[in-house]
Protein backbone atom coordinates (compact mmCIF):
# COMPACT_ATOMS: atom_id res chain seq x y z
CA UNK A 1 0.00 0.00 0.00
CA UNK A 2 1.16 3.23 -0.61
CA UNK A 3 1.98 5.39 2.64
CA UNK A 4 1.92 9.27 2.67
CA UNK A 5 2.92 10.66 5.96
CA UNK A 6 3.30 14.24 7.31
CA UNK A 7 4.96 15.44 10.10
CA UNK A 8 2.34 17.04 12.23
CA UNK A 9 -1.20 16.53 13.02
CA UNK A 10 -2.02 19.64 14.10
CA UNK A 11 0.15 22.96 13.91
CA UNK A 12 -0.06 26.39 16.16
CA UNK A 13 2.28 28.63 14.66
CA UNK A 14 2.21 32.77 15.40
CA UNK A 15 1.82 35.47 13.05
CA UNK A 16 5.04 36.15 11.16
CA UNK A 17 6.91 33.00 11.86
CA UNK A 18 8.04 30.74 9.48
CA UNK A 19 6.79 27.12 9.20
CA UNK A 20 7.55 24.15 7.64
CA UNK A 21 5.37 21.51 6.91
CA UNK A 22 7.03 17.98 5.71
CA UNK A 23 6.10 15.28 3.60
CA UNK A 24 7.45 11.66 3.11
CA UNK A 25 5.96 8.55 0.48
CA UNK A 26 7.76 5.45 0.24
CA UNK A 27 6.18 4.36 -3.22
CA UNK A 28 8.39 6.18 -5.03
CA UNK A 29 6.42 8.40 -7.12
CA UNK A 30 7.70 10.87 -9.00
CA UNK A 31 4.61 13.63 -8.45
CA UNK A 32 4.01 15.33 -5.08
CA UNK A 33 1.28 17.64 -3.97
CA UNK A 34 0.42 20.10 -1.52
CA UNK A 35 -3.44 21.38 -1.16
CA UNK A 36 -5.02 23.26 1.50
CA UNK A 37 -8.74 22.13 1.97
CA UNK A 38 -11.12 25.07 3.26
CA UNK A 39 -14.67 24.56 4.25
CA UNK A 40 -16.79 24.99 1.05
CA UNK A 41 -13.66 25.83 -1.19
CA UNK A 42 -12.77 22.10 -1.82
CA UNK A 43 -9.07 21.40 -2.03
CA UNK A 44 -7.23 24.04 -3.79
CA UNK A 45 -3.75 22.97 -5.00
CA UNK A 46 -0.47 24.94 -4.01
CA UNK A 47 2.30 24.02 -5.55
CA UNK A 48 3.07 20.75 -6.99
CA UNK A 49 6.43 18.63 -8.07
CA UNK A 50 7.03 16.06 -11.43
CA UNK A 51 10.84 15.45 -9.90
CA UNK A 52 13.62 16.40 -7.65
CA UNK A 53 14.07 19.82 -7.52
CA UNK A 54 11.40 20.58 -9.86
CA UNK A 55 8.28 22.40 -8.72
CA UNK A 56 5.18 23.70 -10.60
CA UNK A 57 2.58 26.60 -9.15
CA UNK A 58 -0.71 25.51 -8.35
CA UNK A 59 -3.93 27.55 -8.14
CA UNK A 60 -2.84 29.37 -5.21
CA UNK A 61 0.31 29.50 -4.56
CA UNK A 62 0.89 33.23 -3.17
CA UNK A 63 2.66 33.35 0.70
CA UNK A 64 3.86 29.56 0.11
CA UNK A 65 7.46 28.21 -1.09
CA UNK A 66 8.33 24.72 -1.60
CA UNK A 67 11.17 22.23 -1.52
CA UNK A 68 11.79 18.88 -2.76
CA UNK A 69 15.45 17.82 -2.40
CA UNK A 70 14.82 14.23 -2.50
CA UNK A 71 12.00 12.26 -4.17
CA UNK A 72 10.56 10.83 -1.48
CA UNK A 73 10.18 13.92 0.72
CA UNK A 74 8.06 17.27 -0.05
CA UNK A 75 7.97 20.27 1.66
CA UNK A 76 5.96 23.40 1.98
CA UNK A 77 6.67 26.77 3.76
CA UNK A 78 4.95 29.23 5.18
CA UNK A 79 7.87 32.03 5.13
CA UNK A 80 5.77 34.72 7.29
CA UNK A 81 2.53 32.89 8.36
CA UNK A 82 -0.61 34.91 8.41
CA UNK A 83 -4.30 34.32 10.34
CA UNK A 84 -5.75 33.60 6.51
CA UNK A 85 -3.15 30.67 5.99
CA UNK A 86 -5.51 28.71 8.94
CA UNK A 87 -6.42 25.87 7.30
CA UNK A 88 -6.21 22.01 6.52
CA UNK A 89 -2.95 20.99 4.30
CA UNK A 90 -2.95 17.97 2.60
CA UNK A 91 -0.10 16.13 1.24
CA UNK A 92 -0.08 13.91 -2.01
CA UNK A 93 1.53 11.82 -4.01
CA UNK A 94 1.01 10.01 -7.99
CA UNK A 95 2.82 7.46 -10.19
CA UNK A 96 2.33 9.41 -12.94
CA UNK A 97 0.80 12.83 -13.11
CA UNK A 98 -2.41 11.54 -14.67
CA UNK A 99 -2.54 8.57 -12.03
CA UNK A 100 -4.66 8.28 -8.87
CA UNK A 101 -3.62 10.72 -5.88
CA UNK A 102 -2.48 9.38 -2.93
CA UNK A 103 -3.24 11.28 0.05
CA UNK A 104 -1.49 11.90 3.55
CA UNK A 105 -3.34 12.42 6.71
CA UNK A 106 -3.27 16.19 6.44
CA UNK A 107 -2.03 18.88 8.66
CA UNK A 108 -3.98 21.11 10.68
CA UNK A 109 -2.20 24.43 10.85
CA UNK A 110 -3.74 27.27 13.13
CA UNK A 111 -1.95 31.26 12.28
CA UNK A 112 -2.55 33.36 15.53
CA UNK B 1 -10.34 27.64 -16.22
CA UNK B 2 -11.59 24.33 -15.38
CA UNK B 3 -14.71 24.41 -12.87
CA UNK B 4 -16.44 21.42 -11.03
CA UNK B 5 -19.31 21.75 -9.39
CA UNK B 6 -21.09 19.04 -7.16
CA UNK B 7 -24.51 18.60 -6.00
CA UNK B 8 -25.68 18.47 -3.64
CA UNK B 9 -23.21 20.44 -0.99
CA UNK B 10 -25.36 18.07 1.81
CA UNK B 11 -27.83 14.95 1.64
CA UNK B 12 -28.90 13.40 4.70
CA UNK B 13 -30.43 10.09 3.09
CA UNK B 14 -32.34 7.28 5.07
CA UNK B 15 -30.52 3.64 5.43
CA UNK B 16 -32.00 1.81 2.31
CA UNK B 17 -32.73 4.41 -0.15
CA UNK B 18 -30.77 5.23 -2.79
CA UNK B 19 -29.43 9.00 -4.47
CA UNK B 20 -27.06 10.59 -7.17
CA UNK B 21 -24.82 12.65 -6.56
CA UNK B 22 -23.35 15.19 -9.74
CA UNK B 23 -20.50 16.51 -10.83
CA UNK B 24 -20.54 19.07 -13.56
CA UNK B 25 -17.20 20.24 -15.29
CA UNK B 26 -16.73 23.29 -17.31
CA UNK B 27 -14.06 22.06 -20.03
CA UNK B 28 -13.11 18.61 -21.70
CA UNK B 29 -10.91 16.71 -19.70
CA UNK B 30 -10.20 12.87 -20.24
CA UNK B 31 -10.01 11.35 -16.41
CA UNK B 32 -12.21 11.82 -13.30
CA UNK B 33 -11.78 11.05 -9.89
CA UNK B 34 -13.95 9.87 -7.32
CA UNK B 35 -12.60 10.17 -3.17
CA UNK B 36 -14.03 9.66 0.09
CA UNK B 37 -12.59 11.70 3.09
CA UNK B 38 -14.25 10.66 6.86
CA UNK B 39 -14.49 13.38 9.39
CA UNK B 40 -11.04 14.66 10.43
CA UNK B 41 -9.47 12.11 8.26
CA UNK B 42 -7.52 12.43 4.67
CA UNK B 43 -8.89 11.36 1.12
CA UNK B 44 -9.19 7.68 0.39
CA UNK B 45 -9.52 7.26 -3.63
CA UNK B 46 -12.69 5.20 -4.67
CA UNK B 47 -13.34 5.75 -8.58
CA UNK B 48 -11.05 6.47 -11.36
CA UNK B 49 -13.52 7.17 -14.83
CA UNK B 50 -11.01 7.40 -18.13
CA UNK B 51 -13.21 7.24 -21.06
CA UNK B 52 -16.40 8.50 -22.10
CA UNK B 53 -19.25 5.85 -21.00
CA UNK B 54 -16.78 4.20 -18.58
CA UNK B 55 -18.76 2.73 -14.96
CA UNK B 56 -17.21 1.47 -12.06
CA UNK B 57 -18.61 0.15 -9.07
CA UNK B 58 -17.49 -1.13 -5.56
CA UNK B 59 -20.22 -2.43 -3.34
CA UNK B 60 -23.19 -0.07 -3.09
CA UNK B 61 -21.26 2.44 -4.50
CA UNK B 62 -21.37 3.02 -8.64
CA UNK B 63 -19.55 6.00 -10.57
CA UNK B 64 -20.11 7.18 -14.51
CA UNK B 65 -18.74 9.57 -16.77
CA UNK B 66 -20.73 11.26 -19.79
CA UNK B 67 -17.55 13.37 -21.46
CA UNK B 68 -20.01 14.69 -23.62
CA UNK B 69 -22.31 16.07 -20.78
CA UNK B 70 -19.07 17.03 -18.71
CA UNK B 71 -21.00 15.13 -16.06
CA UNK B 72 -20.28 12.10 -13.50
CA UNK B 73 -22.35 10.61 -11.41
CA UNK B 74 -21.95 8.53 -8.08
CA UNK B 75 -24.75 6.72 -7.51
CA UNK B 76 -25.45 5.08 -4.20
CA UNK B 77 -27.82 1.83 -3.71
CA UNK B 78 -30.08 1.00 -0.53
CA UNK B 79 -27.55 3.69 2.05
CA UNK B 80 -25.93 1.91 5.20
CA UNK B 81 -24.51 3.96 7.82
CA UNK B 82 -21.08 3.62 7.06
CA UNK B 83 -21.57 5.29 3.71
CA UNK B 84 -21.65 8.74 5.38
CA UNK B 85 -19.05 10.80 4.63
CA UNK B 86 -17.72 13.67 2.37
CA UNK B 87 -17.90 12.87 -1.19
CA UNK B 88 -15.45 14.65 -3.70
CA UNK B 89 -14.91 14.62 -7.39
CA UNK B 90 -11.82 15.71 -9.10
CA UNK B 91 -11.21 16.72 -12.37
CA UNK B 92 -7.90 16.31 -15.11
CA UNK B 93 -7.15 19.65 -16.10
CA UNK B 94 -4.57 21.15 -18.03
CA UNK B 95 -0.84 20.57 -16.97
CA UNK B 96 -1.77 16.99 -15.16
CA UNK B 97 -3.90 19.04 -12.11
CA UNK B 98 -6.65 18.09 -10.54
CA UNK B 99 -9.46 20.56 -9.84
CA UNK B 100 -11.71 19.34 -6.71
CA UNK B 101 -15.06 19.63 -6.58
CA UNK B 102 -16.76 21.35 -2.90
CA UNK B 103 -17.38 18.14 -1.97
CA UNK B 104 -20.86 16.32 -0.78
CA UNK B 105 -21.66 15.51 2.79
CA UNK B 106 -23.56 12.66 3.28
CA UNK B 107 -25.38 11.50 6.24
CA UNK B 108 -26.94 8.35 6.38
CA UNK B 109 -29.76 7.90 8.71
CA UNK B 110 -31.17 4.81 10.39
Known amino acids: DVKVTQSSRYLVKRTGEKVFLECVQDMDHENMFWYRQDPGLGLRLIYFSYDVKMKEKGDIPEGYSVSREKKERFSLILESASTNQTSMYLC???????????FGPGTRLTVL | ELKVEQNPLFLSMQEGKNYTIYCNYS?????LYWYRQDPGKSLESLFV?????AVKQEGRLMASLDTKARLSTLHITAAVHDLSATYFC??????????FGTGTRLQVTL
Open chain 2, 90 to 99: AVGGAASKLT
Open chain 2, 27 to 31: TTSDR
Open chain 2, 49 to 53: LLSNG
Open chain 1, 92 to 102: ASSLILTDTQY
